[in-house]
C-alpha cells in the first residue's frame, strides 16, 4: 500500500497526535511570583555559563599576547597559593583559581537576578548586567584585588579582562531563559474515521456428491476371515 485512497487523496491517521514541547516564556508578573531560591538558581547558572564565557575569551587574549591560557585561573590561584601558584600552563593549582572565577561569578549572578527579577524589560535587563559586569571590573581588579590577589591586580591585561566582563554580563542577562518551562504536549484532534467498505461475496453454487460405490459398501460389510488354533491333542508332546 503507498498510503493514497481510491480517490487520489493521502490516508490520514487515525491516532492522536501531539505537538513537540517548545520553551514557554516567562512574563514579567509570572517571573515576580517565582519563589526566590528558582530565581537565585537561574541566575546562579546563568553567572556560571557567563563566567566560562569569559574565561575562554581571556585565555585567547592570553595566547593572542604570547602568554598561557590558564594565566587569568592562575594569577587567582596565588590567592592561596602565594606566587609560586604563578606558572605556565596548567598545574594543579589551577583548579583552585578556576573554582574562585566560578564560586565568585555565579554567586555575583544568583545575587543579580534575585535583584531584578521582575522588575525591568528584557532590553533593560541586559543593560544592567552589561552595567554590572563593568562596574564589577573596576571595583575587583582595581580595587578589592589589589589588597587581596595583588598579582592579580598587576598583572592582568587590562582591556581583554574588561571586554570579559562585558561578555560576562551578556550572558548573565539571559538567566530568565533557564525559568522557562516546557509547554504541556497539546492533543491533536483525532482524524475522522474510515468509512466502512462492504464487499460482496459472489453467490454459493452447489456441488453434487457423487453416491457412495456398493463394490466399496460390500467390501466394507465383508466379515474378517479367522484362522483357527491348532489343535493342542496332535502336537508332540515336546510342544504342547
Known sequence: MDGTSPEGKPEENSGPATAAPEANPVSS??????????????GLQAGMVGVLWMLAWLGLSAVWQKDSFWKPENLFATA?????????????????????YLLIYSTLGALFAV?????????????????????????????????????AYLWHAETPTLIGHLLYGTFLSR????LR????PVAMPPAPAAEPVTVE??????????????SMDSIAAAPEEVTPAPDQSSLPPDRV
Open 29 to 42: 508578573d509570572t517571573l515576580s511570583r517565582k519563589p526566590r531560591w528558582a530565581v537565585a538558581l537561574a
Open 80 to 100: 592561596f597559593y602565594g606566587g609560586d601558584a604563578y606558572r605556565a600552563g596548567f598545574v594543579h593549582t589551577t583548579f583552585a583559581g578556576l573554582s574562585l
Open 115 to 151: 535583584a531584578v527579577r521582575g522588575r525591568l524589560r528584557p532590553s533593560f535587563t541586559l543593560l544592567a548586567s552589561v552595567l554590572l559586569g563593568a562596574a564589577w571590573y573596576y571595583l575587583s581588579f582595581r580595587l578589592w584585588w589589589k589588597s587581596v590577589i595583588p598579582l
Open 175 to 178: 538567566f530568565e531563559v533557564y
Open 181 to 184: 518551562e516546557p509547554r504541556r
Open 201 to 214: 461475496l459472489p453467490m454459493e453454487i452447489p456441488v453434487a456428491v457423487p453416491a457412495a460405490d456398493d
